[in-house]
């Protein structure tokens, strides 16, 4: 199964008791090894579900996966190698979710909690900012708009902000129904729809924004415009 308790089996046997607490990451989704039964098999409860499914099964059964596609990896509240930015404030990324900036001293960091996949670098802003708006001929060039939502075609995105002004941004939506609580928000795959402010102006330009240490490819924005007259 793709999603609760599933029992991972190993052609090879690769598997240890150490195993136990780890977090194995295969197809898609996350697991936490609760129980090693043997060399060629443990138990984990998944905690992202696995997307690598077979199609059109109701059972949605995990793709066999090969050797270098799945990784089982501890997990750490203390992490070193970062001599380079002592001193440095830092952003950090822990297994899919924001923690709190800290400063690096003797090159490590410590987290409150225990992660196995941290990214940590120099914080930055990434903003984007589109062309004037025009929807071919008769061009609406000069003409006042109000674009009231966006329709994002996204990969692998979070922690978007958009508007009509960079003093004007609102968050994407997020949370969903089937958010587990504890767990970091999956990355967003798919059409969202994100309701902005709607400021009348002649340029139709849009705005974007992430200020926080997540990924986001931006795949198209298809703006909801209303044309009004001229803006002299």
Do not use: H
Request: proline fraction near 8%; charge should be neutral.
């Amino acid at each position: 199964m793709a999603t609760g308790t599933a029992t991972f089996i190993a052609n090879a046997g690769v598997f240890s008791g150490a195993n136990v607490g780890q977090i194995l990451r295969v197809g898609g989704g996350i697991a936490t090894i609760t129980q090693y039964v043997s060399p060629n098999q443990i138990v984990g409860t998944i905690t992202q579900p696995i997307t690598a499914v077979l199609a059109n099964d109701p059972n949605a059964t995990p793709l066999p996966a090969l050797q270098d596609n799945w990784s089982l990896t501890p997990q750490f509240t203390t992490f070193t190698g970062l001599d380079y930015l002592n001193g440095q404030t830092v952003s950090i990324n822990a297994d899919g979710g924001v923690v709190t900036p800290q400063m690096v001293a003797n090159g490590s960091i410590t987290l409150a909690q225990p992660a196995s996949k941290v990214t940590v670098g120099l914080a930055y802003t990434c903003q984007i900012q589109t062309m004037p708006l025009d929807t071919g001929e008769p061009t609406i060039q000069g003409k006042r708009k109000k674009i009231a939502a966006l329709n994002i075609p996204l990969n692998n995105a979070r922690a978007i902000y958009a508007g009509s002004t960079f003093s004007t941004l609102v968050p994407m939506k997020e949370l969903t129904a089937n958010q587990q609580l504890g767990q970091p928000i999956p990355l967003i795959t798919g059409m969202t729809r994100v309701v902005i402010d709607p400021l009348w102006s002649v340029q139709g330009q849009i705005c974007m924004q992430i200020t926080d240490p997540m990924p986001a490819t931006i795949l198209g924005v298809i703006p909801e415009i209303t044309v009004g007259d001229t803006g002299k």
